[in-house]
């Protein structure tokens, strides 16, 4: 095959312009470091400098307060006292993160799939409706739910009359009224980046699957699946990482047992014990790299077929 | 014969739109056969019926003995190798190929891609991803990744249309070749008459989703039964004229004033008005009132209005007295003269060259579509 050797660069589209190599990669020089200045800036000023700060706050003496000001002494025992006292709440976070997220997953893959396969016509429509919730303010969406879960309304009661509940059973002030507030808030963030992954698959490539003797289940899972990856991934991060330090959903819908670590960080705060709620942040910013670390790596390199 | 592919009036329709009219088909086995047509015309509508990708409205596909109209297209004996190729960016060469063997669970996988690369010259570009390939590579990548299933009719949806010129030219023969060695039956859709003509054995030519003609290249390219096949499949000469008496296999005509010969073998129609045809190549010219026998067709009084010389061969467009314009090939072979436009000539073709179609037909039927 000595033809193949020489057309081996040509794309069909370009393959009479085999001119000199493009000059572009030389000319660039300082115009691209340039560009990169404002973001730099921004991450500088907004990223690690309060990362800086807080994990600085974290090590400070805890005896200290706002009016009397804080000694840096590089106090550890913060993360110790922490994480003693506030482990139930750390793991619970997780927990409900957890859940929220495989729930978006369950509910958001055919909701992107019938967006990205199915829809037609009706495609555009069907977007703009996941999107349309952003357009009321999160914690008017999350009180709303207050009312869909509450104990005198319509869900309930039918929940009761179909014995789901028993006759003094509830939803609000549940962990289940929790993480329901949680896929719902975050759904979006699955549905978007999985569409946009789906919608890339050509429509050849899952028939190829299926005249290659793949049944529709295994053509998902050898072909729409892997390819749908990237935009699963994003999606998890999208939603695992807000609602592991959501706690607005536990305040609203939640009781005093089912508060998240984003609740005590929040409550630390309002109480002035700046350096314990920073150790918390830390601890919960620490727990999520290392999680997603482990998470990307394997969703990365596992071998699906 | 044992595993004959057989379509029994066929229909396919999209909402309105008719895109296989009552199609009958049998493509015996073992066999390379083309489905050749201008786009639109019902030719991968077909193939993919056969693949099991559509439906048909109405009709039946026969594979040998098993009826498989309504059979799920993972359950069929038959592999596609998709246009611009379809393979799957996530996978290895080696495992895009090796993609129908697992799902069938079979033994062995590994060393039968290896065999399967070998035939296709790509052993060395197992471990690469289809984005690192060019795209004859991943043409042949394709193939194999269809072949290996040892399917009983392989499809190709115009499978060398994403390729240059020279390349196809290449492929065209090397498909060809593995075919000849697999002994498998392959059915080829194409809009590239030359492509058809090269490599299949029977070729089909499909319009407005029925079959106009069915033959070897030979017989469509001499006998061309309708006007379409006539002008898509190579060019023709059609001019009007009508039957004046037939003695035996040989038919007299009278052609605007001139008298000309046709065998029937070559006649649609026998009798009354008719499109009296001729291949460009066929033709040959000479000066004006120069006298070539009684055995030959003659037109004569043409002027010569565009020469164009195409290395092999010199193009004559011949305007005629009656205003057509005909066209000419004629060989450079440097032993006849070359005419200039403006030259007085006639035109000269063997009897058994004319072919007879029905008058009633567009004689620019399938023209316009010509491939570039």
Redesign the interface.
């Known amino acids: ?1 000595s ?2 050797g020489h ?6 589209a370009e ?2 312009l085999d001119g000199p190599p493009d000059p572009e990669g030389q000319k660039r020089g300082w115009s691209g470091y340039l560009l990169l200045l404002p973001g730099a800036l921004w991450l500088l000023l907004f990223f690690v400098v309060p990362t800086v700060t807080l994990v600085a706050t974290s090590l400070y003496d805890p005896s200290g307060s706002l009016q009397l000001g804080y000694q840096m002494t590089g106090h550890w025992q913060n993360y110790v006292d922490a994480l003693r006292d506030y482990g139930p709440q750390f793991v619970r976070s997780l927990i409900y993160a957890l859940i929220a997220t495989i729930a978006c997953i369950v509910l958001g893959f055919p909701l992107a799939y019938a967006i990205a396969f199915k829809a037609g016509r009706w495609k555009n429509l069907m977007l703009v409706a996941v999107i349309a919730p952003f357009f009321t303010s999160f914690l008017v969406r999350t009180l709303s739910w207050q009312y869909i879960l509450g104990d005198n309304e319509a869900l309930v009661s039918v929940l009761r009359a179909l014995h789901v509940l028993g006759p003094e059973g509830y939803l609000l002030a549940t962990p289940f009224a929790v993480v329901t507030g949680l896929t719902y808030n975050f759904l979006p963030f699955m549905v978007l980046p999985l569409y946009a992954s789906l919608e890339k698959i ?1 429509p ?2 899952i ?9 529709p289940f ?2 998902f899972r ?2 729409t699946l ?2 749908a990856m990237p935009g699963l991934v994003a999606g998890t991060l999208l939603t695992f990482i807000p609602a592991a330090g959501d706690y607005i959903n536990s305040e609203l819908l939640g009781n005093p047992r089912t508060r998240m670590i984003g609740n005590e960080i929040q409550d630390l705060f309002g109480a002035g014990d700046y350096p314990t709620a920073a150790a918390l942040s830390v601890t919960l910013m620490a727990a999520i790299v290392v999680l997603v670390f482990v998470y990307v790596r394997r969703a990365g390199t596992e071998e699906l ?1 | 014969m044992g595993t004959d592919l057989q379509l029994t009036s066929v229909t396919k329709r999209f909402g309105t739109f008719t895109a296989v009219d009552d199609l009958d088909l049998t493509i015996p086995e073992g066999s390379f056969f083309a489905l050749l047509g201008p786009s639109g015309c019902g030719k991968t509508t077909t193939l993919r019926m056969v ?3 559509e439906e048909p409205t109405t009709g039946t596909i026969m594979l040998g003995e098993q009826d498989i109209t309504r059979l ?4 069929r004996p ?3 190798v ?3 190729y ?6 290895t060469i080696a ?1 895009n190929v090796a ?2 063997l ?3 669970r079979r033994k062995d996988v590994a060393s039968t891609v290896q065999e399967m690369l070998a035939l296709v ?1 790509l052993e060395h570009l197992a471990k690469r991803r289809p984005a690192q ?5 991943q043409q042949r990548v394709a193939l194999a ?2 072949l290996i ?1 040892q399917p009983q009719v392989l499809l190709l949806d115009e499978p060398l249309g ?3 010129l ?2 196809r030219r ?1 492929m065209q023969l090397e498909l060809k070749s593995i075919q000849t060695e697999v002994g498998l039956t392959f059915v080829h859709v194409t809009h590239d008459q030359e492509e058809a003509m090269t490599m299949a054995d029977t070729v089909a030519v499909m319009n407005e989703g029925r079959i106009e003609q069915l033959g070897s290249p030979e017989e469509l390219y001499e006998a061309p039964a309708t006007t379409f096949v006539a002008n898509f499949l190579g060019q023709s000469n059609l001019v009007s004229g009508s039957v004046a008496t037939t003695r035996g296999d040989a038919l007299e005509l009278d052609v605007q004033g001139a008298r000309i010969l046709a065998h029937a073998a070559h006649a649609r129609v026998t009798s009354g008005e008719v499109w009296a045809g001729v291949r460009p190549e066929k033709v040959y010219l000479s000066g004006a009132g120069d006298d070539d026998g009684a055995d030959v067709n003659t037109l004569g009084d043409g002027v010569v209005s565009d020469v164009s010389f195409v290395g092999v061969s010199t193009q004559y467009l011949v305007r005629m007295p009656w205003g057509q314009e005909l066209t000419v090939f004629e060989q450079n072979t440097g032993a006849r003269e070359r005419f200039r436009p403006g030259d007085k000539v006639d035109l000269h073709w063997r009897p058994e060259h004319t072919f007879l179609l029905d008058a009633s037909q567009d004689a620019s039927a399938g023209a316009e579509v010509e491939d570039a």
Not at chain 2, 72 to 75: F, G
Request: hydrophobic share 40%; net charge neutral; charged share 20%.
């Open positions: 095959m033809a193949a057309i081996s660069s040509l794309g069909p393959a009479e050509d050849r490539l028939e190829a699957g299926t005249d290659l003797y793949a049944s295994t053509t050898t072909v892997p390819l077929v | 693949a099991g990708l799920k297209p993972y359950r038959v592999n596609t998709f246009q611009s379809a393979l799957f960016p996530h996978l495992d993609f129908g697992k799902r069938q010259e390939l060019s795209g004859g590579q990744r269809a299933n994403a390729l240059d020279k390349l290449q």
